[in-house]
Nanobody, 126 residues
Framework: QDRLVESGGGLVQAGGSLRLSCTTS????????VGWFRQAPGNEREFVGA????????YYADSVKGRFTIYRDNAKTTVYLQMNSLKPEDTAVYYC???????????????????WGQGTQVTVSS
């Protein structure tokens, strides 16, 4: 079973940047896709972005496109979510998730992912 750990969250002013990290307890990720989601209080969990492990293609929600970037390190042990030009509406708990069984569903659907991290809080002040 994959154990995922997110880190890098915190408090930042609007317009600032944060970089979130997602690491796995395995030697490397074993997954079709690594997804990033977020959940604000009172809201449903929503898709932020994803990276296909084979090929490295990335996908983003319209709300973060052009501001957020997903990438992985050369050793493929960590996936990053670089967040720039942060807005107060980006405030949420951010989660990474993996899909080791190549399940059904699209990359933007939470049902595709089997293992989730515990989340890291991002708070953007105005």
């Amino acid at each position: 079973q994959d154990r995922l750990v997110e880190s890098g969250g915190g408090l930042v002013q609007a317009g600032g940047s944060l970089r979130l990290s997602c690491t796995t307890s395995r030697r490397t990720f074993s997954t079709d896709t690594v997804g990033w989601f977020r959940q604000a209080p009172g809201n449903e969990r929503e898709f932020v972005g994803a990276i296909r492990w084979s090929g490295g293609s990335t996908y983003y929600a319209d709300s973060v496109k052009g501001r957020f970037t997903i990438y992985r390190d050369n050793a493929k042990t960590t996936v990053y979510l670089q967040m720039n030009s942060l807005k107060p509406e980006d405030t949420a708990v951010y989660y990474c998730a993996v899909d080791p069984f190549y399940g059904s569903g699209n990359y933007y659907e939470s049902r595709k992912y089997d293992y989730w991290g515990q989340g890291t809080q991002v708070t953007v002040s105005s």
